[in-house]
């Protein structure tokens, strides 16, 4: 429930919170029993200690996301203008799941900040039992814009000082949102890899721009993935817009999902958007040469995604860079030429890759894709953990028609038919 704060109701909160302050200081860390949800005897430790992450950014509403480990409500104070005069009080999911939670109390806070105005620059502060965390500064997005600013990447698990190198490079970027492709731990079931492999490498990122995720296979089906980090009433798959562009993330890697079922709630995405460049993320890709070899929707995906207007599919699952030349649509269907990009490179070991004629450019290099929209302009630098570029595309749209230069290396969309038939004998 969102308030408006009185500076009496200010000055009483500074107050309470310096004698929490002061219990905590005394004490240290707390060990409690009895009224606790996690059981007697489980330690609890003040502060923050996972986040807080934006989980989704809009016009009007923002989504984030903090875990701490002293059991009790927080409140997020937020404003604009440097005025932190609205808040909301959350509380907080316990988690039980994974052995550090055995361990140790974990507290999951999930909020939506509502009624925000499109395009202003806010700053929020959580505060909580014992602590007040550091200021930190989002802008939603706006109503109308030419530009954005983005990066894609996927598979930052299992080797954290990777993953960190890598957000360091991203961090030279000015972006409006991160889009993660999925894998983001080693083993998702096992709670007390979140912190170092996710959390923890995105530190000084997550603040302050949202981070979408296509969930990947290694998140798993034990729940760990959706509690820390799909935004409260939201499901795994899910749309946004952001100036000319129109993304959907979609999961095609939870148990039970059928294929034909998540193929069509994308396509229904796509063909309901009108965005001058529209993206699709999910985790297992559909063209691959390589690491996996994957086929994900064979043998439908592509039609479908020429049919509903698609520009880019970005996908993870196999570890490696590779850029295919855009497929054409069927002869005569007048659909969108797609370009497939795995981008898998986001931490894990790399896989190998098998350089194919219809491949653009592929590289075996932890990478990020850097994506920079104008209008109807495109312009994609994947950058390398080096900070060396590694592949760089431009684009023009001209009345919703690709530049003819990139449309002259386009794939027959039969060919790739058969290029994904060979590959299902050959995917684990
Ligand atoms: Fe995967
Ligand atoms: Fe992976």
Same mark, same amino acid.
């Given at each position: 429930m969102n308030k408006f704060c009185s500076s009496s109701r200010m000055s009483r909160r500074k107050s309470a919170l310096r004698l929490t302050c002061l219990i905590v200081a005394v004490f240290g860390v707390l060990t409690m029993t009895g009224s606790c949800a996690m059981g007697p005897l489980q330690k609890q430790t003040a502060g923050i200690t996972k986040g807080p992450v934006l989980l989704a950014v809009y016009k009007d509403r923002a989504a984030l996301m903090w875990e701490t480990g002293i059991e009790g409500p927080c409140k997020l104070y937020y404003g604009g203008d440097r005025k932190l005069d609205r808040y909301v009080e959350s509380v907080p999911e316990t988690n039980q799941a994974g052995e550090e939670a055995v361990k140790k109390a974990v507290f999951i806070h999930k909020v939506w900040l509502e009624d925000l105005q499109a395009g202003r620059t806010y700053d929020y502060r959580i505060t909580g039992l014992g602590f007040e965390d550091k200021i930190y500064t989002f802008r939603t997005v706006p109503a109308s814009a030419d530009r954005v600013s983005f990066i894609v990447y996927g598979d930052s698990r299992t080797r954290p000082s990777v993953h960190r190198r890598l957000v360091k490079q991203m961090k030279k970027h000015k972006v409006d949102f991160v889009v993660n492709c999925g894998d983001l731990v080693t083993k998702g079931n096992k709670y007390e890899q979140w912190g170092p492999q996710f959390f923890e490498p995105l530190k000084g990122l997550a603040e302050t721009v949202p981070v979408y995720i296509a969930k990947g296979n290694h998140e798993g089906d034990n729940g760990n993935f959706e509690k820390l980090l799909m935004p409260k009433g939201q499901s795994n798959n899910f749309g946004f817009d952001y100036g000319p562009v129109h993304y959907f993330c979609a999961d095609n890697v939870t148990e039970g999902l059928k294929d034909e079922v998540q193929l069509e709630l994308i396509l229904a995405d796509a063909r309901a958007s009108d965005a001058k460049w529209k993206f699709v993320s999910y985790h297992v890709p559909s063209v691959n040469s390589g690491g996996h070899w994957s086929t994900w929707g064979y043998p439908d995906v592509l039609e479908g995604l020429a049919g509903a207007g698609v520009d880019f599919v970005l996908a993870g699952h196999s570890h490696i860079y590779e850029r295919f030349r855009p497929v054409a649509p069927p002869d005569g269907t007048g659909g969108n030429y797609v370009t497939y990009i795995t981008s898998g490179g986001g931490g894990a070991l790399m896989h190998s890759i098998k350089p194919?004629?219809?491949?653009a450019v592929t590289k075996k290099k932890h990478h990020f894709c850097l994506f920079n929209i104008d209008g109807n302009k495109l312009t994609m630098d994947t950058i390398? #953990?080096?900070?060396?570029? #590694?592949d760089h595309l431009e684009l023009t749209k001209t009345a919703g028609r690709l530049n003819r230069e990139y449309l002259r290396t386009a794939i027959p969309m039969e060919e790739m038919l058969a290029f994904q038939r060979k590959n299902l004998e050959r995917q684990d």
């Open positions: 194919d004629a219809y491949h390398g #953990i080096d900070g060396r570029l #590694i």
